[in-house]
């Protein structure tokens, strides 16, 4: 039965791939950027061989415990869990307890974090390859330590399942993720601070760690290779306590779950509360921009790029107070108004299949670009002026801003002008509606790759005079030159959104059907 | 396997609400819809039934503008639809089965939004919505995001969305699917009023049963090609529409077999 189950995962990983070429692609970039860093963390492990077995025995442990961690929290903030082998769908199926766990457990090992996850903690041998003793606990820890990562998942996710199931809790987990994994430069920056302020303190900190579920099994080595037999022993039935404890926890949280499936329940509501569709101009266009503008603020794929733009000034500004140097600022307008515009590139592929409604009520090519890029301006345009003219009003630097506000208004615009026609003729890999924004998409990565890309080249070159003006200006400090790029990075910029909204709206119009079935590939 | 072959079959009849010459649709490997042409009468109740994969939802697709036929052609009311999408699409309404809702929008904001990408006018919209929103029994819950709806009330707004522009043609991909008995009675009393005052509803649907009781007429389509077509007395023939329906379509097994289903 175990084999079975392993089986079933790995057929169903199969067929995932064998959908479309572009999957393997897509998988093997992150098969990719996955190795480097199971490359990386290998050869730290292996060069830890050499060192001090009191260092050797921090690192290890404090590794280990972040990694138990990880696999405990990111499950639940990130609902981004693989459900392929989720326990719900084996209900009908009269499977015995212990064989589903087992099956269960080890199927989460399949798949780039749990493989990773292994080899990792497989390296660890080597760390402690100085006699076979330590090497033999090193392997025994790992695998107490793998097992203990992917049961703690399972029952974190299981007993979160019918909490993760109401929507309301993803919309918020996944917005709220947003916020650290975009500060991530400064906590990290913070923590390094911390740690290089305390190196003293780590030491203890790994060893009150050692007695922990967290710890423990990645200490058995050190403590073997110190002599220490007592303490191992000691630390061995904490590992293995710990383990058997979460597996009876996920025994009976699964029983449970098997007999109580998730249920979403919402209370009634009148209607009368038209929002912004009674609010804006009752005409396609505009329509169309209030639904946008709806979603912007209800859909967690969207509201989630919302979050980032005010935090870019701090991670920005906080990069500046460590190095003292605040020049990088002053990419925080034009950069906002390049993620704004181009954010709504990928807009048909967000509507996925509902775009039927556009297609069904025949609404002109037009009104429909207009009104998804009048939407996003709605917000991005007061967004840059305010980071512009912040800018200025925090550097002094009054004279830079015509060329700045040139520049980010040219990007704004042309942006969302070339947004417009990219999305009305090709459609990438994002999550589907419903799903948090941090899901694995369904569909052609590299198809993805290649439009973003492409997308992004062909920007770059329509932003070159703008971006030609503000070299110049900075090379000759001629304050003409600035004033030359606020003309014509608002002229040429609108022109471009024109030509943008009108060329995507011809194509829309001619092949709307055929952008319909493309995104209904992905359902 | 063969290519389709457009059908050289004559020009549409004047009274067709509906004419459909040909279609035909290929995806991949796998012909989906082969050569069907059919002529649904105006002011009629139009059935059309055929086995899970028989090309229903294809076909209605590209009879309505959503789907590009390979071959073949659509006209409603002596519009074509894919050479005057647009005019063809004030028309018609539209309910396909199988695509997403604009979800994250409150009920009445998704009616208010059909409404209003079709051009109509504000106070014509707010009017027509709220008295939908009381036929399908949802105006408790008009507030509520179409997210967190059943599958029923979420087939009910899709219905009353593809309504508010008082189409004269009705296409419902699978209405009643999911749809509570009493919700699906006042959506019938609905269509059938519709029809009385001279509109034409088709409706797709593998429940036999209320295809016969529900429709003047009937196509039965399999394999992607079309099996009869015609009133619903003319098509049964004496018979259950169910029976026939098997009897055409053929592929019952008999109940030899399976015996060790017997002994438990």
Known sequence: MVAHLLRLKLTLLRNSLRRSPWQLVGMAFAGLYALGIIATLVVALVLLRTADPELAQTAVVLGGSAAVLGWGIIPVVASATDMTLDPARFTTFAIPMKQMLAGLALGGLIGIPGLATALVALSTVVTWFRGVLPALAALLGAALGVLTCVVLAKVVTTATASLAASRRFKDVSAIAFMVPLVLMGPIVAGVG?????STGFLPDFARTLSWTPLGAPWSLAGDVHAGQFGPAALKLLVSVAALAALAWCWKLLLERALVTPPSAGSGKRKGGKLGLLGLLPAVPAGAVMARSLTYWFRDPRYSGSLVVIPLLPVVLGFQGAQTGDFSSLAVLAPLS???????????????????????ATGVRGVADRLGRALACLAFALPVVLVFAVGHSAFTGGWSGLPGQLGLSLGILFTGLGLASVVSARYTVAVPLPGDSPFKKPPGNVGQTLAVQF??????????????????????TGNSVFGWINLAVGTVLGLVLFVVGVRLGGKWLDARGPELLAQVAVNR | MSAPIPDPAPQPGPVAALSIRGLAKRFGEKIAVDGISLDVPAGSFFGIVGPNGAGKTTTLSMATGLLRPDFGTAVVHGVDVWTRPLEAKKLMGILP?????????TGEQLITYAGLLRGMQKDVVASRVGELLAAMDLSQDAGTLVVDYSAGMTKKIALASALIHAPRLLVLD??????DPVSAANIRSILDRYVASGGTVIVSSHVMDLVQRMCDHVAVVAGGRLLAAGTVDEVRGGASLEDRFVQLVGGRSHTEGLEWLRTF
């Open chain 1, 193 to 197: 601070q911390g740690i290089s302020a």
């Open chain 1, 454 to 475: 492409g997308g992004m080249l062909v920007l770059l070159v329509l932003v070159l005079p703008e971006a030609a003006l503000l070299i110049a200006q900075l090379v």
């Open chain 2, 174 to 179: 699978e209405p009643f699917e999911a749809v």
């Open chain 1, 337 to 359: 108004a390049f993620i704004l515009a181009w954010s709504i590139s990928a807009d048909v592929s967000y509507d996925n299949t509902a775009f039927a409604l556009h297609v």
């Open chain 2, 97 to 105: 089965d199988g695509v997403r809702l604009f979800d994250r929008l």
